[in-house]
C-alpha cells in the first residue's frame, strides 16, 4: 500500500484515546514497592533496537540496583504500543521514537521525556540508519526517489519525515515518493526481489543488508540534522510530578549505564544478542550510535518542525512540553 499523506487522526486517533482514559484512572505513582532488599521494582517498556542496550548493560552491571531499582524490561513491537503502557502504569518508563512523543503530546496526552536514548553519529556514511538500494540501482541522490518506492515501517512517522527532508533538500518533490509500509524484517527481501526501490532501516539490518548486496543511498538522519537523537526514555506527567525520587533514581541509573555503554563498545556487541534478534557476528560489526542521556533540544527541535512541515505534526511541535523545559 502506497501512502499519499496518510491523515494523522486517522492513524493515531484510537490509540491515543485509549491511552487518555487509562491516564485519568491512573494513579501517581505504580512502581512497585522493594523486594525485601530495599530496591523498588520497575518494569521499563523497550524495543528490540540497539539504542536499549545502556538499560540492559546498567541491569547487568548492577547499575540499577545501586541506585536503589529492581528493572524488569518489557519488549514491545513499537512505540505506539509502549505509550498507552506507560499511561496506563503497566510500565513506569518507556522508549520511543521522538516524533511519536511530539504526535502524542499534540493529542494532550500528557507524556514527558526524561532521558536521551541514542543519537546518530552525524556521520554522512556510518550512521545508525539508512536509505538502501541494491547494488545495481540506478538511485544515486535523494532526488532520484522521485516516482519510486521507499519502504518504511509506519507511515507519518521519524522514517518517510526524514526521507522528504533529503528530497526536498535535494530539489525533489517529496510528495511524489511512494512510501510503501513493510515491517522490518522483510524489508531486505522485498528490495531484493524488486517490490521497492529503496528501503529505511536501522541497525543491525543497515549491516546485514549492506553486506548482502545492498548500497547506501544517503544518510537521511543527517540530511535532516547533523546529529539526531533518535528516541527517548519517557514517563507522564502524573509519575514525575507524584514519585520524583523514582524518576531521579532512574535518569541517574540511566546516565552511569550510557556512560558505560560508551566506554566498553565490546560489552555493547556482546549483549545485542541476549535481546536482538542478531548474529553475534552481525552485532560486532554493527555502527553504534553516540551514546548521550542529555535531552537534545535542538534535535529534538528539528525533527518536530519536519514533521509538522510536512503534516505529520497539526501544530508546531511543543518540544518544551515533552522536555520539561
Known amino acids: 500500500m502506497i501512502d499519499r499523506a496518510i491523515p494523522r487522526r486517522v492513524a493515531l486517533g484510537s490509540a491515543f484515546a485509549l491511552a487518555l482514559t487509562a491516564c485519568s484512572s ?5 512502581a512497585g514497592g522493594g523486594d525485601g532488599g530495599g530496591l523498588r521494582k520497575v518494569t521499563v517498556g523497550v524495543l528490540p533496537v540497539v539504542e536499549c542496550a545502556p538499560l540492559y548493560l546498567g541491569i547487568r552491571q548492577g547499575i ?36 511519536s512523543l511530539l504526535a502524542a503530546r499534540e493529542r494532550g496526552v500528557p507524556l514527558v521525556s526524561v532521558s536521551g536514548a541514542g543519537t546518530s553519529t552525524g556521520d554522512h556514511v556510518r550512521d545508525i540508519n539508512a536509505i538502501l538500494v541494491k547494488q545495481d540501482s540506478d538511485l544515486h541522490t535523494p532526488k532520484d526517489l522521485v516516482d519510486r ?8 512517522n521519524l522514517g518517510d519525515t526524514t526521507v522528504r527532508v533529503a528530497v526536498k533538500k535535494n530539489g525533489g518533490d517529496h510528495w511524489r515518493v511512494q512510501f510503501v509500509r513493510i515491517p522490518f524484517p522483510e524489508m531486505p527481501g522485498k528490495l531484493a526481489a524488486g517490490a521497492v526501490d529503496a528501503i529505511w532501516v536501522s541497525e543491525p539490518l543497515r549491516t546485514s543488508v ?26 507522564t506527567e502524573q509519575v514525575k510530578q507524584a514519585d520524583p525520587t523514582l524518576v531521579t533514581s532512574f535518569v541517574d541509573a540511566l546516565k552511569e549505564s550510557t556512560a558505560y555503554a560508551s566506554a566498553h563498545p565490546k560489552d555493547v556487541y556482546g549483549i545485542l544478542p541476549t535481546y536482538v534478534k542478531v548474529t553475534p557476528a552481525v552485532a560486532a560489526a554493527i555502527v553504534l550510535p553516540d551514546w548521550t542521556a542529555d535531552l537534545a533540544a535542538g534535535s529534538t527541535q528539528a525533527l518536530g518542525d519536519a514533521a509538522h512541515q510536512f503534516g505529520t505534526l497539526w501544530k ?3 518540544v518544551a512540553g515533552l522536555l520539561d523545559i
Do not use: C
Request: charged share 10%; net charge positive; glycine share 8%.
Open 149 to 156: 518506492k521507499v519502504a518504511i515501517n509506519s507511515w507519518n
Open 26 to 30: 491512573q494513579s501517581g505513582s505504580s
Open 316 to 318: 508546531a511541535p511543543d
Open 64 to 99: 540499577f540496583r545501586k541506585h536503589g531499582l529492581d528493572i524488569t524490561p518489557q519488549q514491545f513491537a513499537g512505540g505506539s504500543a509502549v505509550m498507552p503502557a506507560v499511561i496506563a502504569g503497566q510500565v513506569q518508563f518507556g522508549f520511543s521514537n521522538v516524533i
Open 210 to 235: 549492506l553486506n548482502a548486496n545492498g548500497r547506501l543511498l544517503f544518510n537521511n538522519l543527517t540530511e535532516t540534522y547533523p546529529k539526531v537523537q533518535v528516541a527517548q526514555f519517557f514517563t
